[in-house]
C-alpha cells in the first residue's frame, strides 16, 4: 500500500511481513537496469503488484518514473550535464542510450542520421536527443520505416557546421525536428 506515511519503529520493535511492504518495499526507489527489467518485475507469482505512487530508477537511461495508477511516467531528467555520444561514420541509427544526450556528428562527407520505428527502439514519448553538426559533411535527419518526422517546411538537414538540431518524439512513432535546419 504505497502511500502510508512513514513509521517510527523503536529499538526492541518487530518488524512484520506486513510493514516491511507497506513502509519499505512500496515506498523505496527501485532501481531497475532497463524498462524491460522494470515491467516483468511486477505481476508474477510471487512478485509484488503495483500501486500508485510507486518510483522506480532505469540506469541505462538515467530516467527516474513514477507510478500514476495505470501507467509508469517520467518523473523528469535526473542529471544536469549533456552527455557526449561522438559519431564519426557517415551513417548512425539513434539508440535508445542517446535519449537525453548531444549526438556530435563529425565526418568531412555527408552523414545521415536515421530516427528508427518505435518496433525497434521504443523511446519514451517527449524524448530529446541533441544532434550537432561538428563536421563539415552536412547532417540529414531521415526516418525509418514507418516513421514521421514534422518540421518547419519539411526541413530535415542541419543548417551548417556546429549548428544544433533536437529531435523530440511526440508520439509513437512521430518526431519533431527544433532548430538550425535547413
Known amino acids: 500500500m504505497a ?3 512513514a513509521k517510527l519503529f ?6 512484520t511481513a506486513a510493514q516491511v511492504n507497506t513502509f519499505l518495499m512500496d515506498q523505496a526507489v527501485m532501481v531497475f537496469a532497463t524498462t524491460t527489467a522494470r515491467d516483468a518485475a511486477f505481476g508474477g507469482a510471487g512478485e509484488p503488484t503495483l500501486a500508485e505512487g510507486m518510483y522506480a530508477f532505469t540506469s541505462d537511461t538515467n530516467t527516474l518514473w513514477f507510478y500514476t495508477g495505470s501507467a509508469w511516467e517520467s518523473a523528469g531528467a535526473t542529471t544536469q550535464a549533456l552527455t557526449l555520444n561522438a559519431q564519426t561514420g557517415t551513417t548512425y541509427t539513434l539508440a535508445l542510450s542517446d535519449s537525453g544526450k548531444f549526438v556530435t556528428q563529425s565526418n568531412a562527407s555527408a552523414i545521415t542520421t536515421t530516427i528508427p520505428p518505435n518496433t525497434d527502439v521504443a523511446f519514451p ?5 541533441n544532434l550537432l553538426q561538428l563536421g563539415a559533411g552536412q547532417v540529414t535527419v531521415a526516418a525509418g520505416a514507418g516513421v514521421t518526422l ?8 542541419i543548417s551548417a557546421q556546429y549548428a544544433v538540431v533536437t529531435c523530440v518524439k511526440i508520439a509513437t512513432d512521430e518526431w519533431v525536428l527544433i532548430g538550425n535546419l535547413a
Open 3 to 5: 502511500g502510508a506515511g
Open 10 to 15: 523503536t529499538s526492541g520493535s518487530v518488524l
Open 125 to 129: 514519448i517527449g524524448t530529446q536527443v
Open 150 to 157: 514534422r518540421s518547419p517546411d519539411s526541413l530535415v538537414n
